[in-house]
């Protein structure tokens, strides 16, 4: 076996990485192509060596070509760096809109969300024809007739879309930037749509998916598992909340719910063993389960994993129709290389990564599972099969099902591990338990959910029989999931790995499997090298751990900061802002970091603003020690997080001048302070990151910081955090001359959601002449101290670095 689709896939994905990791110009791109082309033909003794290189080339060139804006109607060239701005949008639906559903405090908000092309846009009055795609974003649901194929006319603000805004965090605007996405138009209601031009009526796919639906409702109650049967046969994900994935998520099932191989290989499963009862011909049955796996995939909805197991599985199924020796590595490679020519931003699709990496790894790794499992399990081949007891046939039969499921479980496993690791920062070792079980029942739910459709249309009855199978069975996987989630040790949290680590790793299996494990030499030569990996990477995450940092997290209200003083302290987190602070950015932030459980958190100000998210951090991370200032607190949101803490058996701590916290001390307020406002009783705190000095002075009111001046006569820091409205003139002023800092950070809110009233302070920073940066602008700020080097990163790319003391300074852009 040559395997020439998967030499050729291999290419072809290699110049697509290269032009983008290298920002390739269209022009190089186009040279490059004839170049190589111009020697192959010129050149024929070397033509086979030149050939992979000018197939890289061209996928490399494919790439540039589709994301280049060519067109002066290109809506990048249109809207160009007018943005935000309020606009008029006509265009063509691409799909029907989808519902998104969240659930906060017990009730469900939903929004609607809609892919668009543009065909023109009116900017301050005039319009302009455009060309290009659109995300628009409407809350509530959208009433109407609005299905793919209508032209609509759209009001909204048109904008770039959210960017990353801290380290670790889902960057949205990359993720549609690989989906040919570059603006999002956010739309306050359903009254700001416009049906305009012929009305088209519901697209036959919406229709089934509406029958289908209705057919998996009958006799069943409408809870929480109708919902994630929907999600799992039909991909409609509105009931997958952020606490239903969660479980699944942790436990390394959340596959399920993707329509990819496991859906349409079992149903291409069934439905050739129903062509064969049928006694159908080879080439008949092959065509009628193409036809019918891209109706289901169409169906619903296009997903990209769908597109991709079914690519793959047509790409087989051709090979058997033809004749053609079977390689599923051959038949992968194929299948790889028709979806990138389609679409060659896929292979930047995390989905299309874990798919091929894990159907890779199953035909790698099975064959020598299955040869495995059958010396282990054979029986005795000198004793007639007539004379073993049938209990021990039947034993073997068990114990070889289980193993191979089990072998299936951690082939699979393995080929996702880093990338897992990479995109959501899980390890789940427990999916090698949990799969074993949770598929079958996957499967059997799937199965059940066909036979109601197919039965449906003439017995009613045993399709709601049917119905109530597949209940059972998601109800188990459920049950099975949030089991295999609450498991000690079956999960946890780690760091993005580096990409030498990701890349070493494959090498490394991609090794065992060509011959590492053949023999004792090779063997040993193999596990020494991994070893030395193990131990590269060790000492590589032992020094990163040894550095110290200061993390700035952008909240709406409040200033939230991820601290790391030295090795030997635990790192904390400083506040955590409102509940939808904790659940979007501080929970993530914490995720990407590696962190399961947090020791210490500490509150600055007792307001909801600074705390309100507090019981749902102690749920998630479940901390033993809260520090909040012993002033006295008024707000009612804060007593009961404190008191929930206390129920949950976290030590509540009041901290007062003089105090020690995390590594950091105490400045403000003092023992027996008293003050009429919580602004002023806010916590001061003082650290050292190695030599770096940070002052946090957060949002503290102008009585407090009279109060703080009068007893700190020395206050001088390197880096000086400050939020909240109340300093300002004078006051700020004289802040600033005690403090003589050469950084100061300013924690005004999300970007693009600048805090209001801070325009008073910024314009004071602006006169003193102190760099100085806004969270609002630059989303997160890092500061990390490593030896006597010091870095300030952004999100949004600004990076500092200096020396300790401050000297050699460089400022750049990323």
Same mark, same amino acid.
């Given at each position: 076996m040559r395997r020439p689709g998967l030499l050729l896939a291999l290419c072809f994905a290699a110049g697509i990485w290269l032009a983008d990791r290298w920002s390739l110009p269209l022009v190089g791109a186009w040279s490059l192509a004839w170049l190589l082309w111009l020697v192959s033909?010129?050149?024929?003794?070397?033509?086979?060596?030149?050939?992979?290189?000018?197939?890289?080339?061209?996928?490399?060139?494919? #790439?540039v070509q589709r994301a280049e804006p060519l067109a002066p109607e290109d809506l990048r060239h249109v809207v160009a760096h007018r943005v935000p701005v309020l606009a008029v949008v006509h265009g063509t639906l691409q799909d029907s809109?989808?519902?998104?559903?969240?659930?906060? *405090?017990?009730?469900?908000? %939903?929004?609607?969300? &809609?892919? #668009?092309?543009?065909?023109?846009? +009116? #900017?301050? $009055?005039?319009?302009? =024809?455009?060309? $290009?795609? %659109?995300?628009? /974003?409407?809350?509530? *649901?959208?009433?109407?007739?609005?299905?793919?194929? +209508?032209?609509v006319q759209v009001r909204g603000m048109l904008n770039r879309p959210a960017a990353s805004v801290a380290p670790g965090l889902f960057d949205y605007a990359a993720w549609l930037r690989r989906r040919g996405i570059y603006y999002q138009l956010r739309v306050e209601s359903a009254a700001d749509w416009e049906l305009i031009g012929p009305r088209v009526s519901m697209p036959w796919t919406d229709r089934f998916v509406a029958w289908a639906t209705r057919q998996l409702e009958r006799g069943l109650p409408s809870d929480e598992t109708v919902g994630l049967l929907r999600a799992m046969t039909l991909g409609l994900r509105?009931?997958?909340?952020?606490? %239903?994935s969660e479980a699944f998520m942790r436990s390394g099932t959340m596959h399920v719910f993707a329509i990819s191989g496991l859906h349409i290989g079992l149903l291409s499963g069934i439905?050739?063993?129903?062509?064969?009862?049928?006694?159908? =011909?080879?080439? $008949?049955?092959?065509?009628?389960?193409?036809?019918?796996?891209?109706?289901?995939?169409?169906a619903t909805g296009w997903q990209p994993s769908a597109v991709r197991a079914t690519v793959m599985m047509t790409v087989v199924a051709l090979g058997w129709v033809l004749g053609r020796p079977g390689d599923l590595l051959n038949s992968l490679g194929w299948a790889g290389l028709l979806i990138l020519v389609w679409e060659p931003e896929q292979l930047f699709h995390a989905g299309f990564q874990l798919s091929f990496a894990v159907v890779a790894s199953l035909a790698l790794w099975m064959p020598k599972v299955e040869a495995w499992v059958h010396r282990q399990l054979r029986l005795d081949p000198h004793v007639p099969p007539e004379l073993v007891p049938g209990w021990r046939r039947l034993w073997?039969?068990?114990?070889?099902?289980?193993?191979?499921?089990a072998g299936t479980s951690w082939a699979a496993w393995v080929g996702s591990l880093p990338l897992i690791a990479w995109y959501f920062h899980l390890v789940t070792p427990v999916t090698l338990l949990a799969n074993v079980v949770v598929v =079958?029942?996957? &499967?059997?739910?799937?199965? /059940?959910?066909?036979?109601?459709?197919? /039965?449906?249309? !003439?017995?009613?009855?045993?399709?709601?029989?049917?119905?109530?199978?597949? !209940?059972?069975?998601?109800?188990l996987m459920h049950r099975l999931s949030e089991w295999a989630a609450q498991m000690p040790y079956g999960s946890w949290f780690v760091t993005r790995p580096a990409a030498w680590e990701v890349a070493a790793y494959y090498v490394w299996c991609v090794w065992a499997l060509a011959g590492g494990w053949s023999c004792?030499?090779?063997? !040993?030569?193999?596990? %020494?090298?991994?070893?030395? $990996?193990?131990?590269?990477?060790?000492?590589?995450?032992?020094? *990163?751990a040894r550095d110290s940092q200061l993390v700035l997290l952008p909240g709406r209200e409040a200033p939230v900061a991820w601290i790391q003083t030295s090795e030997r302290q635990s790192p904390w987190l400083l506040n955590c802002g409102a509940e939808e602070d904790v659940e979007f950015v501080v929970k993530p932030f914490l995720r990407a970091a590696g962190v399961d459980r947090l020791r210490t958190v500490g509150i600055s100000q007792a307001l909801a603003g600074y705390a309100g998210g507090l019981p749902e951090l102690v749920v998630a991370f479940k901390p033993s020690l809260v520090g909040v200032g012993e002033a006295q607190i008024r707000s009612r949101v804060i007593r009961d997080a404190l008191a929930f803490c206390e129920r949950e058996k976290v030590t509540v701590r009041r901290l007062g001048r003089g105090d020690g916290f995390g590594g950091w001390e105490v400045l403000h307020p003092g023992r027996g302070d008293r003050f009429t406002r919580a602004a002023d009783a806010a916590l001061v705190l003082r650290g050292n990151l190695q030599g770096l000095q940070v002052l946090w002075v957060g949002g503290l009111g102008r009585d407090g910081l009279q109060q703080l001046l009068s007893r700190e006569p020395a206050l001088k820091a390197d880096v000086l955090v400050l939020a909240g409205p109340d300093l300002e003139g004078a006051a700020l002023q004289t802040l600033l001359e005690r403090v003589r800092p050469a950084w100061i950070w300013l924690a005004d809110g999300l970007p693009g959601q600048a805090t209001r009233g801070l325009d008073a302070m910024r314009d004071c920073l602006h006169r003193a002449g102190i760099p100085f940066w806004c969270t609002s602008q630059t989303g997160a700020i890092v500061a990390r101290v490593r030896g006597q080097r010091w870095t300030i990163r952004t999100a949004s790319g600004w990076e500092w670095q200096g020396l300790i003391p401050m000297a050699g300074e460089q400022r750049r852009r990323s």
């Amino acid at each position: 076996m040559r395997r020439p689709g998967l030499l050729l896939a291999l290419c072809f994905a290699a110049g697509i990485w290269l032009a983008d990791r290298w920002s390739l110009p269209l022009v190089g791109a186009w040279s490059l192509a004839w170049l190589l082309w111009l020697v192959s033909w010129v050149w024929s003794a070397i033509r086979p060596w030149v050939l992979p290189f000018l197939l890289a080339a061209v996928g490399g060139l494919h #790439l540039v070509q589709r994301a280049e804006p060519l067109a002066p109607e290109d809506l990048r060239h249109v809207v160009a760096h007018r943005v935000p701005v309020l606009a008029v949008v006509h265009g063509t639906l691409q799909d029907s809109p989808g519902l998104r559903m969240r659930v906060r *405090d017990g009730a469900a908000s %939903v929004r609607t969300v &809609a892919r #668009l092309e543009v065909h023109a846009i +009116q #900017l301050r $009055g005039e319009w302009v =024809p455009a060309r $290009g795609r %659109v995300i628009v /974003s409407t809350a509530g *649901d959208l009433v109407g007739a609005f299905y793919a194929g +209508q032209a609509v006319q759209v009001r909204g603000m048109l904008n770039r879309p959210a960017a990353s805004v801290a380290p670790g965090l889902f960057d949205y605007a990359a993720w549609l930037r690989r989906r040919g996405i570059y603006y999002q138009l956010r739309v306050e209601s359903a009254a700001d749509w416009e049906l305009i031009g012929p009305r088209v009526s519901m697209p036959w796919t919406d229709r089934f998916v509406a029958w289908a639906t209705r057919q998996l409702e009958r006799g069943l109650p409408s809870d929480e598992t109708v919902g994630l049967l929907r999600a799992m046969t039909l991909g409609l994900r509105t009931a997958l909340t952020d606490e %239903v994935s969660e479980a699944f998520m942790r436990s390394g099932t959340m596959h399920v719910f993707a329509i990819s191989g496991l859906h349409i290989g079992l149903l291409s499963g069934i439905l050739l063993t129903l062509f064969q009862v049928l006694r159908l =011909p080879r080439a $008949g049955a092959a065509c009628s389960a193409i036809v019918l796996i891209w109706f289901y995939t169409a169906a619903t909805g296009w997903q990209p994993s769908a597109v991709r197991a079914t690519v793959m599985m047509t790409v087989v199924a051709l090979g058997w129709v033809l004749g053609r020796p079977g390689d599923l590595l051959n038949s992968l490679g194929w299948a790889g290389l028709l979806i990138l020519v389609w679409e060659p931003e896929q292979l930047f699709h995390a989905g299309f990564q874990l798919s091929f990496a894990v159907v890779a790894s199953l035909a790698l790794w099975m064959p020598k599972v299955e040869a495995w499992v059958h010396r282990q399990l054979r029986l005795d081949p000198h004793v007639p099969p007539e004379l073993v007891p049938g209990w021990r046939r039947l034993w073997v039969s068990g114990l070889r099902v289980v193993a191979l499921a089990a072998g299936t479980s951690w082939a699979a496993w393995v080929g996702s591990l880093p990338l897992i690791a990479w995109y959501f920062h899980l390890v789940t070792p427990v999916t090698l338990l949990a799969n074993v079980v949770v598929v =079958p029942c996957a &499967a059997l739910a799937l199965i /059940s959910c066909l036979a109601s459709w197919s /039965s449906g249309l !003439w017995w009613s009855g045993l399709g709601e029989l049917f119905n109530q199978s597949a !209940w059972l069975w998601m109800s188990l996987m459920h049950r099975l999931s949030e089991w295999a989630a609450q498991m000690p040790y079956g999960s946890w949290f780690v760091t993005r790995p580096a990409a030498w680590e990701v890349a070493a790793y494959y090498v490394w299996c991609v090794w065992a499997l060509a011959g590492g494990w053949s023999c004792w030499t090779t063997r !040993w030569l193999w596990i %020494v090298t991994g070893v030395i $990996g193990l131990v590269v990477a060790g000492v590589v995450r032992w020094r *990163d751990a040894r550095d110290s940092q200061l993390v700035l997290l952008p909240g709406r209200e409040a200033p939230v900061a991820w601290i790391q003083t030295s090795e030997r302290q635990s790192p904390w987190l400083l506040n955590c802002g409102a509940e939808e602070d904790v659940e979007f950015v501080v929970k993530p932030f914490l995720r990407a970091a590696g962190v399961d459980r947090l020791r210490t958190v500490g509150i600055s100000q007792a307001l909801a603003g600074y705390a309100g998210g507090l019981p749902e951090l102690v749920v998630a991370f479940k901390p033993s020690l809260v520090g909040v200032g012993e002033a006295q607190i008024r707000s009612r949101v804060i007593r009961d997080a404190l008191a929930f803490c206390e129920r949950e058996k976290v030590t509540v701590r009041r901290l007062g001048r003089g105090d020690g916290f995390g590594g950091w001390e105490v400045l403000h307020p003092g023992r027996g302070d008293r003050f009429t406002r919580a602004a002023d009783a806010a916590l001061v705190l003082r650290g050292n990151l190695q030599g770096l000095q940070v002052l946090w002075v957060g949002g503290l009111g102008r009585d407090g910081l009279q109060q703080l001046l009068s007893r700190e006569p020395a206050l001088k820091a390197d880096v000086l955090v400050l939020a909240g409205p109340d300093l300002e003139g004078a006051a700020l002023q004289t802040l600033l001359e005690r403090v003589r800092p050469a950084w100061i950070w300013l924690a005004d809110g999300l970007p693009g959601q600048a805090t209001r009233g801070l325009d008073a302070m910024r314009d004071c920073l602006h006169r003193a002449g102190i760099p100085f940066w806004c969270t609002s602008q630059t989303g997160a700020i890092v500061a990390r101290v490593r030896g006597q080097r010091w870095t300030i990163r952004t999100a949004s790319g600004w990076e500092w670095q200096g020396l300790i003391p401050m000297a050699g300074e460089q400022r750049r852009r990323s």
